[in-house]
Nanobody, 121 residues
Framework: QVQLVESGGGLVQPGQSLRLSCAAS????????MTWYRQAPGKQRELVAT???????NYADSVKGRFTISRDNAKNTAYLQMNSLKPEDTANYYC???????????????WGQGTLVTVSS
């Protein structure tokens, strides 16, 4: 069984920064992709940024140039550095992990519980 623990959310003013962390633990043989999603009140969940095992990244147009996703393979942890935050970035941010289970060798995915980011003056 694999668990994701997210942290780093909070209340900030427009223009400020936050760094989210997503730490994975459990029966992980390998990680394919780590992705951050977000869901604002009354809106659908949307992809924010993703990083592959090879380090390739992809971003939503709305965050390009402001957010940076990275990962520490030794710690099975992904980070989302968020700069120049805007009120429209307010949402619950969720981490998603695509991985290969070490017990079954199946390819599975797991979601974190979410961390709230509020950008307001």
């Amino acid at each position: 069984q694999v668990q994701l623990v997210e942290s780093g959310g909070g209340l900030v003013q427009p223009g400020q920064s936050l760094r989210l962390s997503c730490a994975a633990s459990g029966s992980i043989f390998s990680i394919n992709r780590m992705t951050w999603y977000r869901q604002a009140p009354g809106k659908q969940r949307e992809l924010v940024a993703t990083v592959t095992s090879g380090g390739s990244t992809n971003y939503a147009d709305s965050v390009k140039g402001r957010f940076t996703i990275s990962r520490d393979n030794a710690k099975n942890t992904a980070y989302l550095q968020m700069n120049s935050l805007k009120p429209e970035d307010t949402a619950n941010y969720y981490c998603n992990l695509d991985y290969r289970d070490s017990a079954s060798y199946r390819y599975l995915e797991v979601w974190g519980q979410g961390t709230l980011v509020t950008v307001s003056s």
